[in-house]
């Protein structure tokens, strides 16, 4: 389930491109990943986020999280930019 602060953030990323170039700059805080997201798009960003120790939250599904995310369309990963 999202929690309020993602809702409301005002740096966040939606999508994965937008996630991974974030993560690669340590600019990330939290990432959201949908369970019904393709194991090849949610793979190297567990594994990312594990290494690294990033705090990785599985939202339900994809239209879920692209809702949350102010976007008609459903999206795999987003994440939450550190202050």
Do not use: S
């Amino acid at each position: 389930m999202l929690d309020e602060a993602f809702k409301h953030a005002k740096q966040k990323t939606v999508g994965l491109k937008q996630t991974q170039r974030a993560l690669e700059k340590g600019h990330v805080r939290r990432v959201y990943m949908a369970k019904d997201a393709e194991a090849h798009v949610r793979r190297p960003v567990l594994e990312w986020c594990n290494n690294h120790n990033v705090e990785c939250i599985e939202v339900p599904t994809m239209k879920e999280l692209g809702r949350a995310c102010g976007i008609e369309i459903g999206t795999a990963v987003a994440a939450l930019l550190n202050d």
